[in-house]
C-alpha cells in the first residue's frame, strides 16, 4: 500500500485550519489526534494499492497547491509550512522511481518531498 499525504502546519489554529480547507478545496483526512493538537496539522490523504493503480500524487497535490500559494501567504502558511509525505509498505523490495519532470516540478515549487518505506508486516 501507498499513502500519499500532504501535510500544513496550521500552529494548532482553527481558524487556520478552516481557511486551509476553504482555499485549498479539498476535505481535509479525518483527524485522530488529541483534542490539543487537532488542528495543529491540516491533512489529506490518498491511500492506493500500487498493483492497481497508479496514482501521480507529486502532480496531482502541487495543481492543488499552486494556484493558492498567494491565499495560503496571506493566512500565514508559507511553503515551509508544507510537506508532501509518501508512505510505501513493501512486500520484498521497495523500489520508488520518479520522471525528471516531476522532480523538477517539486522543485521548482519549494515544497519538501520525504518518502518512508516500511515492511508490510502481513503473515
Known amino acids: 500500500m501507498k499513502y500519499h499525504n500532504l501535510y500544513i502546519d496550521t500552529s494548532n489554529d482553527f481558524e487556520t485550519y478552516q481557511k486551509i480547507t476553504e482555499i485549498l478545496k479539498v476535505a ?18 490518498v491511500v492506493n494499492n500500487e498493483e492497481i493503480d497508479y496514482f501521480d500524487f507529486i502532480n496531482v497535490f502541487l495543481e492543488i497547491l499552486e494556484p493558492n500559494f498567494e491565499k495560503l501567504s496571506l493566512i500565514g502558511i508559507q511553503k515551509e509550512n508544507i510537506l508532501i509525505w509518501l508512505l510505501y509498505e513493501f512486500d520484498q523490495q521497495c523500489a520508488l522511481g520518479f520522471n525528471a519532470e516531476e522532480l523538477k516540478r517539486i522543485g521548482q515549487s519549494g515544497i519538501a518531498l520525504n518518502i518512508d518505506c516500511i515492511p508490510n508486516n502481513k503473515e
Open 28 to 45: 481535509p483526512t479525518e483527524n485522530s489526534k488529541e483534542d490539543q493538537e487537532k488542528y495543529s496539522t491540516w491533512a489529506y490523504q
